[in-house]
């Protein structure tokens, strides 16, 4: 066709002339195949990606295998700090890392809802491949499927995530004892309110951005420093306050939490207090809480103080052996209430 | 944080609980009555720091808790209507109906946004000028100014299609009603301080003299409600009953007028039914004839009429005695049990200045930790 650009066609065309998700992206045709080879392949770039397999291989070695999957939902696709692309990439070497693994392999499958912007999906493919690079690991495998408009909200993704976990290494709940020190990677809240700020348009004094981050680097350390390291957390969704009563009740132990101890950012707080939420069940993205023996609680916040990542962390907490209730906060007034678990997500009040 | 952690100082607000426990000679019975006041005095603990023979009870100051199941009902029949977009706080969408609460609406179907002001409600109405939008307007004097300027620019832009349901209450009708009441045994209240920034405290003058009882309005921090807690005491102790003023960083005696013309020229007080207290005259807002074309009421007559007789509250649930200071939420025999912010039998329970709810979350079953 000499003239394309007077020549309308009925019949497909290559994904990089059109401008959005169609649903015969996820119809096993051709469109597909130039989607995934235009957008995916071309992003995700590696060698075991590349023969376009029903699954990737590679040979094992000797050792423990860690495994986990999530999904990604997050509205808007875009916020302050990153994006649902280099979320699901963090969250899921994060995962991993709270195991105690060394992240290696990624998944990646993509639900679309037809009329999604193709730029959109390449800039969060980009930034999915950016972020697995930029950490070391490889998104080996995928899928993709398009559904209807209005059944989806533009991208959902879900990840699986394979790692292995050094000879040794046990990082478990219940290996959480009585008089070990509580840490905490970092100050609190601030990819919630990052993210409430644009998806409500609410407009905060001082830049919230997200701290969605990749935590594997720094959990390496503190294996490698020989920490002995009882259990490791990661602080997403429900927070701190979540994080803490899901462990305590797992390991059977109770956790003394000094409020005044916990690092939250100024605009974190002040934006917290002005919706009337509490920034201890506000969501992080590449935070997490460490349970080390009292003896070792010094050795460790040195070594999360050398990573970026972990540089504010900070001596929270002590695990007791009382179990009901089983997270107490002493207060900034040093009075003592129970740190529960909320029934659902936090509302905004009304006054 | 500037204004907030000066009022959280432990050494402050040990000096005042120190001061209150020189003060108190004798057994005294106060309320506070704001939620937001509540859920700091179980937040903070502050109760812990006072002298036992000082007891706090904790008033009707939730406007979601005080909101009656039928007012709720009607949201949650309104949300399914369709066509209709209902815009709420956040706080309500849990609060139980007889017949589920605004999430399930949600869940099913109904169109349910959460806004943070009425100004936003504005603007989903002016995006939808084909769908009616309702606003669930819930709270106490501090919320009614931004709802009556949402109305007065529904108003001025012409819009057809934005309307409130009103469930508007104010503070001092409660306060005398509680006070009349035989079972009374409230001697002294911390007043609403957010509630006194709007409107001031002039109208306590009159409460104070015919109850003989002194009144503090008070903000909601721990200093500030530790240093409330001081001047009522004080007041008590030395046989006085007048009215001052601890916020005064937020609050000046006559209010702030612009706000309160806006209310008056929207709104009228009107008669009022309460939660697990029933009816008070003039103890509710109602939007006047003049503003007519946005009130729900009037707008969705026949709809609402449709719906039948009122429900009732849940029997077991005993908030009216909760929310006049007559029971401790954990004193109650379905508080933990038959009650939970996932089952709640009424609106204490779920929301965020509940006090039921404040028990629950910052006490959990247990007793406060020594």
Known sequence: MSNSKSFEPACPLPASKMKTVQLAHGGGGRLMQDLIQEVFVRAFDNSMLAPLHDGATWPVEKGTLAFTTDSYVVRPLFFPGGDIGSLAVHGTINDLAMCGAKPLYLSAGFILEEGLSLDVLQQVVNSMAKAAQAAGVSIVTGDTKVVDRGKGDGIFINTAGVGLVPSGVRVLPTLIRPGDAILVSGDLGSHGVAVLSVREGLMFSGDVTSDSAPLHEVVGDLIESGIEIHCLRDLTRGGLASALNELAVAAKVGMAIDESAVPVLEPVRGACELLGLDPLYVANEGRFVAMVPESQAETTLAVMRRHAVSGQAARIGTVTDRHAPPVVLRTVLGTHRILDLLSGEQLPRIC | ?370
């Open chain 2, 1 to 370: 944080m500037k204004y907030v952690d000066e009022f959280r100082d432990r050494a402050v607000a040990a000096a005042l609980a120190e001061r209150i426990k020189q003060i108190v000679r004798r057994p005294w019975t106060i309320m506070e009555v704001c939620g937001g006041q509540t859920h700091s005095i179980v937040r903070f603990g502050l109760d812990s720091l006072l002298p036992k023979d000082l007891t706090l009870v904790h008033g009707p100051g939730c406007p979601v808790c005080v909101t009656p199941i039928g007012l709720i009902d009607d949201a949650v029949r309104l949300a399914r209507q369709p066509g209709v977009i209902l815009c709420s706080f956040g706080d309500m969408l849990r609060v139980p109906g007889s017949q589920g609460d605004l999430f399930g609406a949600k869940a099913d179907g109904a169109d349910v946004r959460i806004v943070y002001s009425p100004l936003d409600a504005l603007e989903v109405a002016r995006a939808n000028p084909n769908r009616e939008i309702v606003c669930f307007a819930v709270g106490f004097e501090t919320t009614a100014p931004p709802w009556a300027m949402a109305v007065v620019q529904a108003k001025a832009s012409k819009l057809t299609n934005f309307s409130l349901l009103v469930a508007h209450v104010l503070v001092p009708p409660a306060m005398e009603a509680i006070l009349s009441s035989p079972q009374n045994r409230i001697q002294g209240f911390l007043a609403a301080g957010h509630v006194c920034t709007v409107m001031g405290y002039e109208e306590y003058d009159a409460i104070a003299a015919k109850y003989r009882v002194p009144i503090v309005v008070t903000g909601f921090e721990p200093v500030d409600v530790l240093e409330g807690i001081a001047m009522l005491v004080s007041q008590l102790e030395a046989g006085k009953a007048e009215v001052e003023n601890q916020y005064v960083r937020s609050v000046s005696r006559e209010g702030n007028r612009q706000a309160q013309a806006i209310v008056d020229e929207v709104f009228e007080p009107a008669l009022r039914a309460w939660r697990g207290i029933g009816e008070i005259p003039r103890s509710g807002l109602q939007i006047r004839s003049a503003y007519a074309a946005f009130d729900a009421a009037v707008r969705f007559r026949d709809v609402l009429a449709s719906f039948g007789p009122a429900a009732q509250e849940d029997p077991e649930c005993q908030s009216g005695l909760v929310l006049q200071g007559l029971l401790k939420p954990m004193d109650c025999p379905a508080f933990g049990s038959k009650c939970t912010p996932e089952r709640p039998l009424g609106a204490p329970m779920v929301s965020s200045e509940g006090a039921c709810s404040a028990y629950y979350r910052y006490r959990g079953q247990v007793t406060r930790e020594a």
